[in-house]
C-alpha cells in the first residue's frame, strides 16, 4: 500500500459516543442549552474527532503555507506577476506577511512549503533559526518561518493546453502534503491551518469547485486578487476552455486524483493530502478561503470522512468559496469579505475553535456550581428557546 492508500485507510469515521458525552456535557453546564450557538457543533465534532470529551484543547497550531505556480497564468487570469509567488515566500519566511501577523496574533507557528515555485529559490532564506541565531525553542509560537524545501515541479502546466500536472506529480504532491501533517503533528501540533500562496490559483480553484461540484465556471469563478469585468469573463472562458478539455464539465462526475492532475494546483493537492493527514491521525484541520475549501473538495471526494475533522475557518469573498462550503456540507464561523488566503482566515477563526473546547474542559455544571435550572415544562430542544 502506497502512503495516499495507508493515509486513508487509516481515516475512520467520528466517533459517536464521544459526541454523545460532548452533547450530555454541553446540555448540563452553567447556561441556557444551545446558546453558544455553532461553538456547541464545533466542540461535539472535535469530541468525536478525538474519541473523547473533552477533546484535547486544539493547540498549539502549526499553518503550513504551500507555494506553488501555475502554468494557467499565461492566459492573462491575473494581474500580478509570477515571480510574486516566490517574493512573497521570501515575505513570509522573512515574518512581514499577514499571515505572520495573525500567526502571532494567535500564537501560531508558521512553515513555508515549496511545492511548486516557479523560481528558484535563492538559498539565502531563513530555515526556521530564531532572528538571534538561536535554534527554535521547540515551542513553535514566535519561531522564525522555516522553509521546507519539497519542489516537485517548477509549477504546473497550462490546463487549457494539456493536464496541469502529471499522475504522478499529483500523487507526489499529495504524499507531500500528508507528510507535511506528519511532521507538523509530530512536532506537537495540535491544531493544522493549510495557507496558499500561489499566483493564479483562484482560477485552479474554480476549475475544481466546478469539477466537484458540477457547478457552471460562471457561479464559482471569482475576481480573485482584483480583476476588472473584462478580465473576469476571460477567466470565466478559461475555466470552461479548461474543464471542457478534461471532459469535466458538469454531469461528468470527477475522479479526484484525475481531476486534481488536469486543473489543480500542485498546492491544492498538498493541501488536500494534508486534509488527509490530519485526519488519519485525527488531528482537527481549520479550513481558510477558496484555495483551502476547492482542496478539501478533493480530499472528501477521496475520503468522506477525512472531512470529520475539518471546521471551515471562514467564507471568503470568492463565489466558488461559498459553493464549495455548501457542498462540504460546513458552515464559516467568520465571515469578513476576506479574499487573501495564506491561512489568514483560518487563523482569526482559531480562536473561536479554541474557545469552544475550552468550554468542554472549564464551565462549571448546574450540579457543581449549584446554579439552578429552569423550571417549567417546555420541551428541550437544543434551540435555547422555550
Ligand atoms: C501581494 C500578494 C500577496 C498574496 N497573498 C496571498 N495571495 C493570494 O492571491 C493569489 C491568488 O489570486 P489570483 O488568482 O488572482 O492571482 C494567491 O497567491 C493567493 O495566495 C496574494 C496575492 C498577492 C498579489
Ligand atoms: O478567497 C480566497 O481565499 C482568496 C481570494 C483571493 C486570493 N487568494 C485567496
Known amino acids: 500500500m502506497d502512503l495516499i492508500d495507508e493515509t486513508i485507510a487509516a481515516i475512520r469515521p467520528l466517533d459517536g459516543a464521544a459526541m454523545r458525552d460532548a452533547r450530555d456535557h454541553q446540555a448540563r453546564l452553567t447556561k441556557p ?69 495573525f500567526a502571532a496574533q494567535v500564537g501560531a507557528r508558521v512553515s513555508v512549503v515549496d511545492v511548486g515555485v516557479a523560481t528558484e529559490l535563492d538559498g539565502t532564506e531563513p530555515d526556521g533559526t530564531e532572528p538571534d541565531g538561536t535554534e527554535p525553542d521547540g515551542t513553535g509560537a514566535g519561531d522564525a518561518p522555516g522553509l521546507l524545501r519539497r519542489k ?29 501533517a506528519r511532521e507538523l503533528a509530530a512536532d506537537g501540533a495540535g491544531c493544522l491551518i493549510a495557507g496558499d500562496m500561489g499566483i493564479a490559483n483562484t482560477t485552479a480553484s474554480a476549475a475544481l469547485i466546478a469539477a466537484f461540484t458540477g457547478l457552471p465556471p460562471e457561479d464559482v469563478t471569482g475576481r480573485g486578487t482584483g480583476i476588472d469585468d473584462a478580465t473576469h469573463a476571460h477567466k470565466v472562458e478559461i475555466v470552461r476552455a479548461a474543464l471542457a478539455r478534461h471532459g469535466l464539465a458538469a454531469g461528468h462526475g470527477a475522479a479526484p486524483m484525475e481531476t486534481l492532475a488536469a486543473v489543480g494546483g500542485l498546492e491544492h493537492a498538498a493541501i488536500a493530502g494534508f486534509v488527509l493527514g490530519a485526519a488519519a491521525l485525527r488531528v482537527p484541520v481549520v479550513l481558510d478561503g477558496v484555495i483551502a475549501g476547492a482542496a478539501a473538495l478533493a480530499a472528501a471526494a477521496l475520503c468522506p470522512d477525512a472531512l470529520g475533522g475539518c471546521v471551515a475557518g471562514h467564507r471568503s469573498a470568492e463565489p466558488g468559496h461559498a459553493a464549495a462550503l455548501r457542498a462540504l456540507g460546513l458552515r464559516p464561523l467568520v465571515d469578513l469579505e476576506l ?26 455544571t448546574f450540579d457543581s456550581a449549584g446554579v439552578s435550572e429552569k423550571s417549567g415544562g417546555a420541551e428541550e430542544d437544543g434551540s435555547g428557546r422555550p
Request: glycine content about 12%.
Open 33 to 101: 442549552p444551545g446558546s453558544l450557538g455553532v461553538l456547541e457543533e464545533v466542540s461535539v465534532r472535535l469530541a468525536g474527532l478525538a474519541g473523547q470529551c473533552p477533546p484535547p484543547l486544539p493547540e498549539p497550531a502549526a499553518v503550513a503555507v504551500f507555494a506553488a505556480d501555475h502554468g494557467v497564468h499565461a492566459q492573462g487570469v491575473t494581474p500580478w506577476p509570477q515571480e510574486v509567488t516566490a517574493q512573497m515566500v521570501a515575505n513570509f519566511l522573512a515574518g512581514g506577511a499577514v499571515v505572520n501577523a
Open 152 to 180: 516537485i515541479a517548477a509549477g504546473t502546466a497550462d490546463m487549457t493546453a494539456g493536464p496541469a500536472m502529471t499522475a504522478g506529480e499529483a500523487r507526489r504532491a499529495v504524499e507531500t502534503g500528508i507528510e507535511v
Open 339 to 364: 479574499r487573501l488566503g495564506e491561512g489568514t482566515g483560518a487563523l482569526l477563526a482559531l480562536p473561536l475553535v479554541q474557545g469552544a473546547v475550552r468550554v468542554l474542559h472549564e464551565v462549571a
